[in-house]
């Protein structure tokens, strides 16, 4: 079991003809993602080492039946983007760009919320997700990771990188991986990713990354406390960043005394969630608690 993807998962690219979408397209592929097709209007009958291209993302989802689609186009490009693999009935949009101002991002959040319920959206500015041993889809260098039973959901790509990486060296398996982005109007939220987690029983505990700004951490804290029985272990970035400075990310920004890292942690921890100090503290944690289950 997983969330969200597994191996039956058909995906198109949106942007597959560029630098960026042809390099991800192909390395998703050699991990054994099924990456059926391709978008770029003006390049419509060509192919990509053997992935047709299409011209628009209805053609491609007809022709291949692929139901996930990922952007990997310019900025301006991708609320367009998003609509059209709305409109096209894609169930599944994960959205890899960065640098999309936030108003556009509330634009197409709710348009997609409204109008076209069936589709999520993953991001954007995010690295993507991965079923570990069945679909890869983004930039996560899922190679390091082994299959297992914890999941794993972070708004820092790197984060997620390294917490794959470290659980793979103790020989801790992950289920599903997902990097939900650290923007200020993300598609798919930690709640989102926890509730499908608490759902699925091949999950038996959950790693979140947080960091500062917004109140995500602890709307998922009072999740956590309220809904789930599952063991969660938790990082939050940020401790030492100072207020009124974004951090990376455009979500990741102290205001006004709220989303401090240690108010996060906080919550989290009242929530009975174990909080790691840094990402490998939360990995020795998470270690500890599987021996557990």
């Known amino acids: 079991m997983s969330i969200f993807v597994d191996k039956e998962s058909k995906v198109i690219v949106q942007g597959i003809t560029g630098g960026q979408g042809r390099f991800y397209a192909l390395r ?11 978008v770029n209007p003006r390049k419509a009958g060509e192919d990509v080492e053997g992935i047709p291209v299409f011209g628009s993302v209805k ?3 007809e022709a291949t039946g692929a139901t996930v689609s990922m952007i990997l186009v310019p900025a301006g490009g991708a609320p367009p983007a998003i609509l059209e693999a709305a409109e096209a009935g894609m169930e599944l949009i994960i959205c890899l760009t960065e640098g999309i101002p936030a108003h556009d991002e509330a634009y197409f959040y709710n348009k997609v919320t409204r109008d076209y319920p069936m589709s999520r959206i993953l991001g954007p500015n995010c690295p993507g997700l991965v079923t570990v041993g069945e679909c890869n889809i983004g930039f996560i260098p899922a190679e390091v990771a082994v299959p297992g039973s914890v999941g794993i959901v972070s708004r820092s790509g790197t984060l997620t990188y390294q917490a794959l990486a470290e659980l793979g060296e103790k020989g801790i ?4 991986c997902v990097g939900i982005g650290g923007d200020p109007v993300p598609g798919t939220s930690f709640i989102d990713c926890l509730e ?3 759902a699925d029983p091949a999950t038996k505990a959950v790693i979140m990354f947080g960091e500062i700004g917004g109140t995500a951490e602890e709307e998922a804290a009072e999740f956590i406390a309220t809904k789930m029985d599952k063991p969660v272990a938790a ?16 979500g990741a920004i102290v205001s006004g005394g709220k989303g401090t890292a240690q ?3 906080d919550a989290l921890r009242e929530a009975g969630v ?3 100090l840094n990402p490998t503290e939360v990995g020795d944690l998470m270690a500890d608690i599987v021996t557990k289950l």
């Open 173 to 176: 398996g992950v289920s599903t």
């Open 196 to 198: 499908a987690f608490q």
């Open 59 to 61: 053609e491609a989802r």
């Open 263 to 265: 108010g996060k942690m």
């Open 274 to 276: 174990q909080i790691g």
């Open 28 to 38: 998703n592929r050699d991990y054994g993602t099924q990456v059926v097709g391709g």
């Open 235 to 250: 990082y939050v970035a940020g401790v030492t960043a100072p207020p009124g400075k974004k951090m990376g990310h455009a």
